[in-house]
């Protein structure tokens, strides 16, 4: 319950960071793994893992995102059964946009908690993302 409190608590600082451009600090991400998968794309699956979130989860964000001309769904040239999701240039828009937002949301939230212990919950939280993707036998650890 204490990581929910934390992370929404943490969340209101960037979601009110981002509201000007009509972001939620949780669409970032997913723009950012987009960009990351490059020009080939990334298949839903992949993008979940990347993210630690689960496939139907992330549909269903995919959707604003998608019609908002940020993100492009289409099927995968190896499986038609398979989506892929691209960063559009409008997306790639975004995101250089977010960051000057998203690193003021990260001074005030350095100023609010102290950098140092921002620093350590980072690790901590990433150390808890790993143990709990190797308990749990995921593929690729969410980062």
Not at 48 to 56: E, G, Q
Not at 91 to 100: L, Q, V, W, Y
């Amino acid at each position: 319950m204490r990581a929910r409190q934390a992370s929404r608590a943490l969340g209101r600082i960037f979601d009110e960071a981002l509201r000007p451009l009509g972001l939620q600090v949780s669409q970032l991400p997913l723009l950012c793994a987009a960009a990351i998968a490059g020009e080939e794309g990334a298949s839903i699956a992949r993008l979940a893992r990347a993210i630690v979130i689960d496939p139907t989860t992330l549909t269903r964000n995919i959707r604003p995102l998608e019609k908002a001309g940020l993100l492009r769904v289409a099927p995968s040239p190896q499986d038609k059964r398979s989506r892929v999701v691209f960063l559009t240039r409008a997306g790639e828009r975004m995101i250089e946009r977010a960051f000057p937002a998203w690193q003021r949301a990260l001074r005030r939230a350095n100023a609010a908690f102290g950098e140092r212990r921002i620093g350590e919950m980072r690790a901590q939280l990433a150390a808890i993302v790993r143990a709990v993707d190797g308990f749990l036998g995921v593929d690729e650890p969410g980062r």
